[in-house]
């Protein structure tokens, strides 16, 4: 149990333009999800924690108005990254905790975005 | 402000045991968590501790200090298939995860 899934797994998109990521918990409900950035041999860093129906809480130094997170149920986050530019080439994940007595995070495989 | 230490590469071989250390200092403490991760994949949950001692679980152990802000992972019998970053994380009071930068572990035959 506990799978996390992510889509797309790998995106290439031209400089400028928006791309959006979901993630889905498929075999419980999620209520706090996590979405995390990691760079090459760098380690995770969080962006932002997003909780069913309410904004998203952002890390210092993530642009909210450019990394747009949309948590509207307990299955489903997505983050959409706008006019995206080449800086913006990383791995994506994100995670989730179905609540309880359980701190764990399931994470997605990860998106590749690469932005030419 | 919050640190966690952990090296950045370690070598073994396999069969051999290996140990992998991990210091913190954080604001509150609400747990330790230890994952594997391999190139180009998500991490994936090897242990979670919050009281002292050691938790064994097949062939990983993890073990946790809380006085000392000292944890390691204890890799037994190592398989090349264990060739791969182990990211330590440390959940603070605010229960966010404050990772490290993770132990790259390469296993010779």
């Known amino acids: 149990g506990a799978v996390v899934s992510q889509h797309p797994s790998w995106v290439i998109c031209k400089s400028g333009t928006s791309v959006k990521i979901e993630c889905r918990s498929l075999?419980?409900?999620?209520?706090?999800m996590f979405w995390y950035r990691q760079f090459p041999k760098q380690s995770l860093m969080l962006m932002a924690t997003?909780?069913?129906?309410?904004?998203?809480?952002?890390e210092q130094g993530v642009e909210k108005d450019k990394f747009l997170i949309n948590h509207a149920s307990l299955t489903l986050s997505t983050l959409t990254v706008t006019s995206a530019h080449p800086e913006d080439s990383s791995f994506y994940i994100c995670?989730?905790?179905?609540?309880?007595?359980?701190?764990?995070?399931?994470f997605g495989p990860g998106t590749r975005l690469t932005v030419t | 402000g919050q640190n966690i230490d952990q090296p950045t590469e370690m070598t073994a071989t396999e069969g051999a045991i290996v140990q992998i250390n991990c210091t913190y200092q954080?604001?509150?403490?609400?747990?330790l968590f230890w994952y594997q991760q391999h190139a180009g994949e998500a991490p994936t949950f090897l242990s979670y501790?919050?009281l002292d001692g050691l938790e064994e679980k097949g062939r990983f152990s993890s073990f946790l200090s809380r006085s000392k802000g000292y944890s390691y992972l204890l890799l037994k019998e190592l398989q090349m298939k264990d060739s791969a970053s182990y990211l330590c994380?440390?959940?603070?009071?605010?229960?966010?995860?404050?990772w490290g930068a993770g132990t790259k572990l390469i296993i010779k035959p």
């Open positions: 501790n919050v």
């Open positions: 997003s909780n069913e129906g309410s904004k998203a809480t952002y």
């Open positions: 954080t604001s509150g403490f609400n747990g």
């Open positions: 075999d419980f409900q999620a209520t706090t």
């Open positions: 995670s989730a905790n179905h609540g309880g007595d359980s701190y764990e995070q399931y």
């Open positions: 994380a440390v959940m603070d009071s605010n229960y966010q995860l404050i």
